[in-house]
């Protein structure tokens, strides 16, 4: 079956502009997760959804970054006024209940000139 | 506050020879451990998991992990690899019972030589 898929692949940014990247859940899974992957580093914790709701979201690093998933399946990552320190892959996992494990998506390349 | 150390950035193993990736955790309560590998331009793909019970994980592509509570250890261990391992592996834990959230190490980058 499909996996986690996530869109754009790639996304190149100007400082200052504002993106929106999306992240498409195996189908039926609960639990919805984002990851900032700097380079060279390992995946570090934004945001959690459960459903629709959003229960932890202690990970974003400021109030640039806002996460949503408002049907409670396909949910959007949108960074404004972007800075050249967003620069990384950004990362969404499902899972299909809580505790359960996490498949992750190929993540997007976020590159901010 | 849970965190991961893995010690190794980069390890150069010969085709065919043993390997061991090595991973050390930090945390007050129960966890969860996982090692997750990261071929090159994909996603990141769960190799093996502890959960509770028997000590000595096994997961796949032949890779198996041993957990040690005392020495709060979960070493990541291959007999034989071979020129697909290569890749980045991640040790990551989360807390059992509780936060969904992994909390991973920085990763260590297995080199295979021919």
């Known amino acids: 079956g499909a996996g986690v898929s996530q869109s754009p692949r790639y996304k190149v940014a100007k400082r200052g502009q504002d993106v929106a990247l999306r992240c498409d859940p195996i189908s039926g899974h609960v639990s919805l997760f984002w990851y900032q992957q700097a380079l060279g580093q390992g995946p570090e914790f934004l945001t959690y959804?459960?459903?629709?709701?959003?229960?932890?979201k202690s990970g974003l690093p400021s109030d640039r970054f806002f996460a949503e998933r408002p049907e409670g399946s396909v949910s959007t990552l949108k960074i404004q006024r972007t800075q050249q320190e967003d620069s990384a892959v950004y990362l969404c996992?499902?899972?299909?209940?809580?505790?359960?494990?996490?498949?992750f998506g190929p993540g997007t390349r976020l590159t901010v000139l | 506050a849970q965190s991961v150390t893995q010690l190794d950035s980069q390890v150069p193993v010969f085709e065919e020879a043993p390997v061991e990736l090595r991973c050390n955790y930090s945390s007050s309560v129960s966890v969860y451990l996982f090692w997750y590998v990261q071929y090159p331009n994909q996603g990141l793909q769960l190799l093996l998991k502890y959960l509770s019970g028997s000590t000595l994980v096994k997961g796949i592509n032949g890779f198996e992990a041993e957990f040690n509570k005392s020495q709060t250890s979960f070493h990541l261990r291959k007999p034989s690899v071979h020129i697909s391992d290569t890749a980045e592996y991640f040790c990551?834990?989360?807390?059992?019972?509780?936060?969904?959230?992994?909390?991973f190490g920085k990763g260590t980058r297995l080199h295979i030589l021919p």
């Open positions: 990551a834990v989360s807390v059992s019972n509780r936060d969904d959230k992994i909390i």
């Open positions: 959804f459960q459903n629709e709701a959003q229960l932890d």
């Open positions: 996992a499902s899972s299909l209940e809580r505790y359960n494990e996490q498949f």
